[in-house]
C-alpha cells in the first residue's frame, strides 16, 4: 500500500529531506542534521510540517455532557472560546486509547487533534461513544497542519501574518479562527510558539514565507528528542491502552472533582488509587557514557525495577535521557542495562528542559 503524503511533500522533498514511513505517512525525518535542527527550536525557531494529525470537529446541543463523559479531564475548564485543555481518552480499563488535545471553538462547537497512529480506532470509539448524545463527529479534510516553535517563533509568524493584537497577545493553550486559519498557542517541544490549521492548498506558500523569515524546517527526529526533554509523553510508548495515567506520570490530567462526574475509566482509575499504584513513569539520565533506548531493563539495587519506554541523546544537556516505568517505590540512583552491562544512572523527575535551560 503506498503511503499517504502531507500537502509539504513536495516541500520537503525539494529541500532536501530524508524521508521516512511514519504510521503510513511518508514524512520528513530530518533536513540533514536532526541535531541542528533540535538546537534551532531552543535556541530560535523552527516548524514542523504536522498535516498528519487529525482534525475531529465535535457539534451538537449535548457536546458539552458528551466530553464530560469521554475525556477524563474536565472540559469545564474550558469556560472561555478558544481555550484549550490537554487530556486522555481512556477505556473502561482506564487504559489510554489517546492522549490529545480539545479546544473550545464557541457555543456548542469543540475541536480535537488526536494521534495520527490511532486514527482509525479514536474516530471509531468517538463515534461510538458519541451516538446516545446525538452529537456529530466530523472528520477535518483538505487541511494541512503546520507547528512554528522557539523563543522567536511568535514574532518570525507575526512578520508572515497579520495577525489582530488579540491573536498575537493570546495566552498559552489558547486559540482563535484567523480567516480560514485557526491558531493555536500550543506545541510539543517545551518551546513557546503557534500550531496553526490552515486549507491544504495554501500550506506550502505559508511554509515557504516563514523560511524566508530563517525559520528551519525540522523533521520528526528533532521532534521527539524535543518533546522528550520538555517532558511530554509519546503514545504507543510512555503510554497505551495498558496502563493507566496514574502509571504514566498524568495523573496531573485526571480531574477527579465534582465526585459526580462519571467518565469511561473512572472506576478502573478510583480502584487502582486506593490500592496503590504499583508503578510510575520517572525520568533518567544517564551517568556514564553510552546511549539510553527504548525497552532497556533499569535494575535498582541489583534488582530489575522496570524499562525504558522513550529514550535518546539530550543535545540541549550533552547527555543520554529517558522515560522510564519503573516500581512506584524506586529512587535515587540505578542502572541501566546495555549490551549486557550495568551503566549507572539517575532516577529524576521530568521534565529535563524547560524554556531550553536545563532544569535538572
Not at 518570525?156 to 486559540?175: I, N, S
Amino acid at each position: 500500500m503506498s503511503l499517504l503524503k502531507t500537502p509539504l511533500y513536495a516541500a520537503h522533498v525539494a529541500a532536501g529531506a530524508k524521508m521516512v514511513d511514519f504510521g503510513g505517512w511518508e514524512m520528513p525525518i530530518h533536513y540533514g542534521s536532526q541535531i541542528e535542527e533540535h538546537h534551532a527550536v531552543r535556541r530560535d525557531a523552527g516548524m514542523f510540517d504536522v498535516s498528519h494529525m487529525t482534525v475531529v470537529d465535535l457539534r451538537g446541543a449535548r457536546v458539552a455532557d458528551f466530553l464530560r463523559y469521554l475525556l477524563a479531564n474536565n472540559i469545564e475548564r474550558l469556560q472561555e472560546t478558544g481555550k484549550a485543555l490537554y487530556t486522555c481518552m481512556l477505556n473502561e480499563q482506564g487504559g489510554v486509547i489517546d492522549d490529545l488535545i480539545v479546544y473550545h471553538m464557541h457555543g456548542n462547537w469543540y475541536r480535537m487533534v488526536v494521534n495520527s497512529a490511532t486514527r482509525e480506532k479514536d474516530l471509531a470509539w468517538i463515534r461510538k461513544q458519541a451516538a446516545p448524545f446525538e452529537v456529530s463527529v466530523e472528520e477535518g479534510s483538505g487541511l494541512a497542519m503546520i507547528a512554528i516553535q522557539g523563543p522567536h517563533a511568535r514574532e518570525r509568524v507575526h512578520a508572515v501574518l497579520a495577525l489582530e493584537e488579540d491573536v498575537r497577545d493570546m495566552a498559552p493553550f489558547y486559540a482563535r479562527e484567523v480567516g480560514d486559519m485557526f491558531v493555536a498557542r500550543t506545541g510539543y517541544t517545551g518551546e513557546d510558539g503557534y500550531e496553526i490549521i490552515l486549507p491544504a492548498d495554501e500550506a506550502e506558500d505559508l511554509w515557504q514565507k516563514l523560511v524566508a523569515t530563517g525559520v528551519r524546517p525540522c523533521g520528526l527526529g528533532a521532534r521527539d528528542t524535543l518533546r522528550l526533554e520538555a517532558g511530554m509523553n509519546l503514545y504507543g510508548a510512555d503510554m497505551d491502552e495498558t496502563v493507566t495515567p496514574l502509571e504514566s506520570g498524568l495523573a496531573w490530567t485526571v480531574a477527579w472533582e465534582p465526585a459526580t462526574r462519571d467518565f469511561i475509566g473512572r472506576r478502573a482509575l478510583e480502584k487502582q488509587k486506593a490500592d496503590g499504584v504499583a508503578r510510575k513513569l520517572v525520568g533518567l539520565v544517564l551517568e556514564d557514557r553510552g546511549v539510553l533506548r527504548n525497552h532497556l531493563k533499569v535494575f535498582v539495587d541489583g534488582l530489575e525495577a522496570g524499562e525504558i519506554t522513550s529514550g535518546s541523546f539530550s543535545p540541549t544537556l550533552g547527555k543520554a535521557i529517558a522515560f522510564a516505568r519503573i516500581d512506584s517505590d524506586a529512587n535515587g540512583n540505578c542502572s541501566v542495562e546495555v549490551r549486557g552491562k550495568q551503566l549507572a544512572a539517575r532516577i529524576v523527575r521530568p521534565p529535563f528542559v524547560r524554556n531550553g535551560k536545563p532544569c535538572l
